[in-house]
């Protein structure tokens, strides 16, 4: 199985195209208020616009507004949403738009439970606990916590970078793997270097694990 990959942060448009074209399937866009990576709906259309064919883009938010996330829906169109806060699965599912349910990992977190409680996402995104933020904080957080056979997809993300991420792929072997911090020069700002390296780290280990 290929891992499908999201570099998540983006705010310019040379950074967009950029990881797409280095094999990203996917790019995540912040819409959260006090993200250091937000940006608004204007900056997300363009970035948006100049995208290559089959590269998904996807909505993050934190305990949003709905009519901020209606607004998003109806402008930007994302191929998914991601809620990254306490939202309840009602919430999630009223826009019309799959989504990505994030749940950041504890050692008490049931990951079982939070499949059940979110059976209509398209996928849970695991990421680190920090109590200072909801993500993009470069922490990872104990694999081993991860159920075998979770019912769900599972998005691995919290503090990946190319030096660790083809351990994380064999470990958990998820459906997709996101980073954000890990491929920055600063944050909000890719280095392209990094991205590249990133990809082809989950390139080598999955072409490893398939033979």
Request: aromatic content about 6%.
């Amino acid at each position: 199985m290929r891992t499908r990959i999201k570099i998540c942060g983006i705010t310019r448009v040379e950074d967009g195209l950029a990881a797409a074209r280095l094999g990203a399937d996917a790019i995540g866009l912040v819409f959260a208020e006090k993200s250091p990576r937000r940006l608004d709906l204007a900056r997300a259309l363009e970035i948006a616009r100049v995208l290559p064919p089959f590269v998904a883009t996807v909505a993050l938010f934190v305990n949003p507004d709905p009519a901020a996330v209606a607004a998003v829906v109806r402008e930007l169109r994302p191929s998914l949403l991601q809620f990254h806060g306490e939202e309840a699965a009602e919430f999630c599912g009223r826009f019309a738009t799959p989504y990505l349910k994030a749940i950041r990992v504890r050692p008490e977190t049931d990951l079982l439970q939070c499949a059940s409680d979110f059976a209509d996402a398209a996928g849970l995104l695991l990421d680190a606990y920090t109590p200072a933020a909801h993500g993009g904080t470069g922490h990872r957080f104990d694999w081993s916590l991860i159920p075998s056979g979770m019912p769900l997809p599972v998005v691995l993300a919290g503090g990946l970078e190319a030096g660790n991420v083809a351990e994380a792929v064999r470990q958990v072997r998820p459906w997709a793997v996101d980073v954000s911090s890990g491929v920055e020069a600063a944050k909000g700002i890719k280095d392209a270097a990094k991205v590249a390296a990133f990809i082809n780290e989950v390139m080598n280990v999955d072409l490893q694990l398939s033979r």
